[in-house]
């Protein structure tokens, strides 16, 4: 809660006696207070310091209050101010709140009416710059500050989203699960025109085949069993908005044919409903699956297929960018702790970079989440990560398809797989070396050698 003494005031008056009243009153109440004989030492008070709270007179040598407040209005405009005049001024006390004053006080006033219009005031302040924090904190989690990558891909599908946010074009969104289709989405959103209106995802593969029509495009009472009242849709949830179409190929047929007549007329019905209504919405459309082959198979519609299919912006896996992961890793750790700096030791940084990360960025923000538990002095190393990571994945390490354009340790690499190879033959042949030396065709010697290498300890039971 923000107390008296973090605002500061400005009090300009050329009479003495109100400044000296205004200023004593206010530094009762805890506040700062600076003071100013008229507009243009008030000026000058105002390229030094930050006000949250002007209190000017109207009728004021060299300057007048409607001066300042044009100034103040021109170069700070989240200053409050609040206008003192005498009885006969109260005209030009509301020409100045038309210009952008908060409110005016009429001279003489009381030490109460005072006390409560700058409290509401500073309220106010406090309320509109806690808005505007919020929605700089949304532009930052959903711009292209959110989507974190410095890799050639990334920055090619950041180009994309620049191109298409403002139009209305349908896009159609794929790539791997986990890889941040309705992030992209989102961005496209509130990169747009249509930022200050509703943004409504709905995932397709997640509702009843039965309910999805309702969920979509509402219902009328009586329509079906239970509907025992009118019900809007999602389209109607996102009037001037977006909706975002997540796992579009787990649509049913029907439900292919009724949405592209909502494509095509930008209209629709509720179920039971007779009335046609306006679909003022942009609709994005994501997919994991390969809807060129479901159009083949004949289990995605062609025409609904080239509707969506007008923009494309396919999102890479992480393992095909793997020169963003220090940078994700950055991201995910502040956002988890609110510290921007973290230490990767460089065994676990291997790990991270060299895991073949089938569950994408989703798998990767919670490994980090799970290290901002278990670290300790925001550093990362090994007993951090995941058993999966530590050995591999779940079924052993996955060969690089390509080499990481930040380099990597080859002998590292090499020597994990062959220690997992070693401990997995090990497992299987109860942990005698000769018998798993044979089941890998290398000599006993080998195997007590390239044990000692990795420090997997000897056990005796085969000598």
């Not at 500050?145 to 896009?171: C, N, P, T, W, Y």
């Not at 994005?284 to 289990?299: I, K, P, Y």
């Not at 065994?347 to 989703?362: F, K, S, T």
Request: glycine share 6%; hydrophobic share 40%; net charge negative.
């Amino acid at each position: 809660m923000i107390e008296p003494a973090d605002y500061r005031i400005l009090v300009v008056d050329d009479e003495e006696s109100m400044r000296d009243f205004l200023s004593i009153m206010l530094h009762r109440e805890g506040y700062q207070v600076d003071t100013a004989v008229d507009g243009a030492q008030a000026v000058a008070h105002l390229r030094d310091h930050s006000y949250d709270l002007v209190i000017s007179d109207i009728k004021m040598p060299r300057m007048t209050g409607l001066e300042l407040l044009s100034h103040i209005k021109e170069r700070t405009p989240e200053t409050v101010v609040l206008m003192v005049t005498a009885f006969s001024t109260t005209e030009e006390a509301v020409d100045a709140m038309k210009q952008g004053a908060y409110d005016y006080i009429t001279k003489p006033f009381k030490n109460e009416e005072i006390r409560l219009i700058v409290r509401n005031a500073l309220e106010r302040r406090a309320l509109r710059q806690e808005n505007l924090a919020l929605r700089e904190e949304l532009g930052k989690r959903y711009s292209f500050e959110g989507l974190v990558g410095k890799s050639k891909a990334m920055h090619d599908v950041f180009a994309l989203i620049r191109k298409v946010a403002d139009s209305q074009v349908k896009v159609l969104i794929t790539g791997e699960s986990g890889t941040g289709k309705e992030l992209v989405a989102k961005a496209i959103h509130y990169n747009s025109d249509r930022r200050d209106e509703p943004f409504v995802p709905i995932n397709c593969g997640a509702i009843p085949e039965n309910l999805l029509e309702s969920e979509l495009f509402g219902h009328e009472k009586g329509a079906f069993t239970g509907a025992i009242k009118q019900k809007a849709g999602l389209f109607e949830a996102a009037a001037g908005g977006t909706i975002f179409l997540d796992e579009i190929g787990e649509l049913p047929p029907m439900m292919q044919v009724k949405l592209l007549r909502v494509l095509q007329e930008n209209e629709f019905r509720r179920v039971g409903g007779t009335k046609s209504l306006n679909a003022d919405v942009r609709v994005l459309a994501a997919t994991n699956r390969n809807l060129e082959d479901a159009v083949a198979e004949g289990r995605f519609r062609e025409d609904l297929y080239y509707r969506f299919n007008v923009i494309r912006v396919d999102l890479p896996a992480l393992r095909q960018r793997r020169e963003d992961i220090p940078a994700m890793i950055d991201f995910f750790w502040e956002r988890f702790t609110g510290r921007q700096e973290v230490h990767v030791d460089e065994d676990a940084m291997r790990r991270l970079i060299d895991y073949h990360w089938p569950g994408n960025v989703r798998e990767l923000e919670n490994v980090i989440e799970r290290a901002t538990v278990l670290g300790s002095e925001d550093v990362i190393a090994l007993d951090c990560l995941p058993p999966n990571l530590l050995t591999g994945v779940q079924n052993g390490v996955m060969p690089l398809t390509e080499v990481p354009d930040s380099g990597m340790d080859l002998d590292a690499y090499l020597g994990e797989i062959e220690k997992e190879i070693l401990l997995k033959a090990l497992s299987k042949t109860n942990g005698i070396r000769k018998n798993a030396a044979a089941l890998l065709g290398i000599t006993f010697r080998s195997i007590r050698y390239r044990l000692a290498k990795y420090d997997l300890g000897e056990d005796d039971s085969d000598e």
